[in-house]
C-alpha cells in the first residue's frame, strides 16, 4: 500500500468527505448543451416516427409501383425532406466551386459549436432560423434570402440508421438521384444556398467529385459523403459535425 | 383542468407506448441531475455534453428492456454513468493540459441553488471557485471507477447502497473505493486543509498520466438492478 493509499482516520475521511461536497450541489445545464440534446432528441423522435410509419402495411391490392414502393418505405415528410436535400443541400464542390480541403477538423469542430448555439433558438423559434439562409460564398456564410421552399426544409434531413447504415444510404442515394434525373440537375445548386444548420456541418474535406447531404445519424446531426460511383459501387462516409468518422459503407450505385 | 403530472414510470410507460413528447418531458425532469454527474465524473464539459448526449440515446432506444425494478431516474443515472465510465475507459492518454478553463464557468451556471449569497464578495467567489477546481483537478486523477464512487457518494449525496446500485456493484466495492478515493485525494487536497497555498499546490492532473486502473475488483454483487440498457 502506498503512502497515500493508507487508511485514513475518521476525521481526514471527514474532512476529504467534506471537500468533496463543497464542491459539489447542484447544476444547472449549460443551455448550449440543453439545446444539442433537445436537438438530438428531436431527432429519434422523428426517427421514430418514421419508422412507425414504415412499419404500417400498405393496402394489399395496390399496385406495386417503384413510386409506390417508395412511398411506403419513406413517410411523406420524410421524401420531402429527402428530396429537398438531394436538391438543395447535396452540394458537388466542383459546382458549388468551395473548396474544402484546407479545413481542419478544429475548424469544423468551431462550425459545430456554433450551429449548436444558433440551434438553441432555432428550437424556440425554429421558423425564423430556418427562414434565414447562408450563402456559401467561399468559407464564409452571408444572410441570404429564403428560397421558395423554405417550409420544407423545416423538415427534417433523411434518417440514417446505425444498424441499417448500408440500406438507409443506398436509398438516399437512390432518392437523390431521382431528384436528380427530376429536375435540372445539380447546375442548380450553383446558385443554391444551405440553410445554417447544413453550414454548420460542412464537411471539412471533400474529394473533388464527392456528393454530400446533411443528415441525421443516430439521431444527430451529420454529413453523408459519397465517392462518387466506381464499379456499381459508392462509398459513403457519414462524418458527424464535429468531423468524426461515424461509420461507412459501400452501398450500390443508384 | 389540468391534468396532475405524471411520475416517472409513467412517462417512460407512455415513450414506450409511443408518446413522442414523454421522453423528453422524463429526461428534462432528471437533466440538471444527470449532467452534473456527467460533468464531475469526466471532469470535461464536452466529454460529459457527449456522454450524456450519448446515454440519452440509449435510455431513448432502450426504454423497452426497463423492466421497474429500479426507479426510474437510478436506470437514467446507470445509463449515464456507464457512458461516462466507457468514455473515461476509452481515453488512453490523457491530455496533457489541466481541467479545461472554462469548466468553472459550466460549474458556475449552476451553483446558485447551492446556496451562493446574491450579493458575495468577489473574492470568496474566486476562492470558492479556486477550492472547487482544485477538487475536481483532483479528483480527475483517480482511476474512473474511483472517481465515479466518490462523485456519486460525496458529491452528489446519493447513500452508498444507492450508488452501489447505480454502478451494479457490492455496497462494499462502493464503500471501498470511496475510501481508497479519499485515502488518494487527501494528500491532493492538502491545501484546502489548511496546510499549504493553493497557489503553489501543483497541478495534479497536468501530469499527463493515465489514471490507474480500478485497484478494487468488484464484489459479487447482491444489488444488481437487471435492466441494464
Redesign the interface.
Given at each position: 500500500m502506498t503512502?497515500?493509499?493508507?487508511?485514513?482516520t475518521p476525521e481526514?475521511?471527514d474532512?476529504?468527505?467534506r471537500?468533496?461536497?463543497?464542491?459539489?450541489?447542484?447544476?444547472?445545464?449549460?443551455p448550449d448543451?440543453?439545446a444539442?440534446?433537445?436537438d438530438?432528441?428531436a431527432g429519434?423522435?422523428a426517427e421514430?416516427?418514421a419508422d412507425?410509419a414504415a412499419s404500417i402495411p400498405a393496402p394489399s391490392a395496390a399496385p406495386a409501383s417503384l413510386e409506390g414502393r417508395r412511398r411506403r418505405r419513406w413517410p411523406k415528410a420524410l421524401l420531402a425532406a429527402a428530396a429537398v436535400v438531394a436538391g438543395g443541400y447535396g452540394v458537388t464542390t466542383a459546382l458549388s466551386g468551395v473548396t474544402m480541403s484546407g479545413s481542419d477538423s478544429a475548424g469544423s469542430a468551431d462550425e459545430a459549436a456554433g450551429g449548436a448555439g444558433a440551434e438553441s433558438s432555432g428550437s424556440d423559434a425554429g421558423g425564423q432560423a430556418m427562414g434565414d439562409r447562408v450563402r456559401r460564398d467561399g468559407a464564409d456564410g452571408q444572410a441570404g434570402e429564403a428560397p421558395a421552399n423554405a417550409a420544407a426544409l423545416r423538415d427534417q434531413p433523411p434518417l440514417l440508421r446505425a444498424d441499417h447504415l448500408a440500406e438507409d444510404v443506398s436509398r438516399l442515394l437512390d432518392d437523390a438521384a431521382q431528384q436528380k434525373r427530376a429536375t435540372d440537375g445539380p447546375a442548380q445548386l450553383l446558385k443554391g444556398t444551405l440553410p445554417p444548420k447544413a453550414a454548420a456541418c460542412v464537411p471539412s474535406r471533400l474529394g473533388p467529385d464527392d456528393t454530400w447531404y446533411l443528415v441525421r445519424y443516430?439521431?444527430?446531426r451529420a454529413a453523408l459523403v459519397a465517392a462518387p460511383p466506381d464499379g456499381g459501387t459508392v462509398r459513403a462516409s457519414v462524418l458527424g459535425c464535429d468531423g468524426e468518422r461515424l461509420g461507412s459503407v459501400a452501398a450500390p450505385a443508384p | 383542468m389540468n391534468d396532475p403530472p405524471r411520475d416517472d414510470h409513467d412517462l417512460l410507460a407512455a415513450h414506450v407506448a409511443?408518446d413522442?413528447a414523454a421522453?423528453?418531458v422524463l429526461?428534462a425532469r432528471h437533466?440538471?441531475?444527470l449532467?452534473?454527474v456527467a460533468?464531475?465524473t469526466t471532469g470535461d464539459?464536452e466529454e460529459a455534453?457527449d456522454a450524456?448526449?450519448e446515454a440519452?440515446?440509449s435510455a431513448?432506444?432502450r426504454a423497452e428492456s426497463y423492466r421497474g425494478d429500479a426507479a426510474v431516474t437510478t436506470w437514467l443515472h446507470r445509463i449515464v454513468v456507464n457512458a461516462c465510465l466507457d468514455r473515461l475507459r476509452r481515453r488512453k492518454v490523457r491530455l496533457a493540459e489541466p481541467l479545461p478553463d472554462d469548466l468553472e464557468e459550466?460549474?458556475g451556471?449552476?451553483?446558485?441553488?447551492?446556496a451562493t449569497p446574491q450579493a458575495e464578495d468577489p473574492a470568496d467567489v474566486v476562492e470558492r471557485d479556486d477550492?472547487?477546481r482544485l477538487?475536481?483537478a483532483a479528483?480527475d486523477t483517480l482511476p474512473p471507477e474511483q472517481r465515479a464512487a466518490?462523485?456519486l457518494v460525496?458529491?452528489?449525496?446519493y447513500s452508498v447502497a444507492e450508488a452501489a446500485e447505480l454502478l451494479e456493484v457490492a455496497t462494499g466495492t462502493v464503500k471501498s473505493r470511496c475510501?481508497?478515493g479519499?485515502?488518494?485525494?487527501?494528500?491532493l487536497?492538502a491545501p484546502?486543509?489548511g496546510e499549504g497555498n493553493p497557489d503553489t499546490v501543483p497541478r495534479v492532473p497536468s501530469t499527463g498520466a493515465p489514471p490507474a486502473t480500478d485497484p478494487d475488483p468488484p464484489h459479487p454483487t447482491s444489488t444488481t438492478g437487471g435492466e441494464q440498457p
Open positions: 503512502a497515500d493509499e493508507r487508511d485514513l481526514e475521511e474532512e476529504v468527505t471537500l468533496l461536497a463543497g464542491a459539489g450541489g447542484p447544476l444547472r445545464t449549460p448543451v440543453v444539442r440534446l433537445d438530438v432528441l429519434l423522435v421514430r416516427d412507425a443516430d439521431g444527430r | 409511443g413522442a421522453f423528453g429526461f437533466r440538471d441531475r449532467w452534473a460533468l464531475r464539459p455534453a450524456l448526449q440519452m440515446i431513448f432506444r459550466h460549474l451556471r449552476g451553483s446558485a441553488a447551492t477550492r472547487r477538487v475536481l479528483l466518490l462523485v460525496d458529491m452528489q449525496g475510501s481508497r479519499r485515502a488518494r485525494l487527501l494528500p487536497l484546502l486543509r
